[in-house]
């Protein structure tokens, strides 16, 4: 009896612990995926900036008089290394996207190896 419902109580253990690890690997599983390689401006790059800078930064309303939307005004904030400032919070820098989260690493990485590669318009 007593036998019975110690291993009652191991199976529960690792059915909780299973579960957790299930949920660890999924929230890995994104950055384990995230592909920095030859990122197109088009692509990789306008699709980040739409979502999460040119609601402030869009043509026409250039926010603190600055404009990211269109390749030839983002470029200017890419070589001036303002860009990679801003999104990872270097203290040198206003922290962007203003009043929200800082972007995810893999987004973060994205753009870095973007304008590493000298912001290609691709
Ligand atoms: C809620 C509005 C808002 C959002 C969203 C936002 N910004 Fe800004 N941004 C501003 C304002 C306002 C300024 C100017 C004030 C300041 O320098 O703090 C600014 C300034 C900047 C500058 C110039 C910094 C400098 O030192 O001259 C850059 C570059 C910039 N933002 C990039 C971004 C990027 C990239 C994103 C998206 C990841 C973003 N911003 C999202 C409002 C915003």
């Given at each position: ?36 390689e ?78 590493t ?6």
């Amino acid at each position: 009896m007593k036998k019975q419902f110690l291993s009652a109580i191991a199976i529960s253990a690792i059915l909780v612990a299973g579960g957790c690890y299930y949920d660890v690997e999924e929230d890995l599983y994104p950055e384990v995926n995230c592909t920095t390689e030859n990122q197109s401006y088009a692509n990789d790059i306008v699709p980040i900036l739409q979502t999460n800078c040119y609601v402030c930064h869009g043509q026409g309303i250039g926010l603190g008089n600055v404009t990211l939307e269109g390749y030839n005004n983002l470029k200017v904030y890419a070589d001036n290394g303002k860009l990679v400032g801003v999104i990872s919070h270097d203290s040198r820098f206003p922290a962007m996207p203003q009043g929200a989260a800082k972007l995810s690493a893999c987004n973060i990485s994205k753009i870095t190896q973007w304008v590493t590669d000298g912001a290609p318009n691709n």
